[in-house]
Nanobody, 124 residues
């Protein structure tokens, strides 16, 4: 069992930056691939970034490539999402999730555990 708690969301102006953190409970964090998803009102939840168990392989959605960076610290049981050059269209609830498959994946069905989400609002 893995419990995930996100933090770091908030209100920021377009062009600004935020860093999301996701703290995981349990001693098996390093066995999981981790992902950051977002869901805007009226839209489906989408994967914006994923990282494998070791941190050596990552995936980014085209819409965030070059602006967002996912990273993890297995010693701290934490995964991060650094978001730069934020745009109003990045406004959404952001969720972190853990996949027991351990490999990078954007497939929502392969994620076993989810956090409660943190709101990110980007004003124009």
């Amino acid at each position: 069992q893995v419990q995930l708690v996100e933090s770091g969301g908030g209100l920021v102006q377009a062009g600004g930056s935020l860093r999301l953190s996701c703290a995981a409970s349990g001693r098996t964090f390093s066995r999981y691939a981790m992902g950051w998803f977002r869901q805007a009102p009226g839209k489906e939840r989408e994967c914006v970034a994923s990282i494998d168990w070791s941190g050596s392989s990552t995936y980014y959605a085209d819409s965030v490539k070059g602006r967002f960076t996912i990273s993890r610290d297995n010693a701290k049981n934490t995964v991060y999402l650094q978001m730069n050059s934020l745009k109003p269209e990045d406004t959404a609830v952001y969720y972190c999730a853990a996949s027991g498959g351990a490999l990078v994946t954007r497939a929502i069905g392969l994620y076993d555990y989810w956090g409660q989400g943190t709101q990110v609002t980007v004003s124009s």
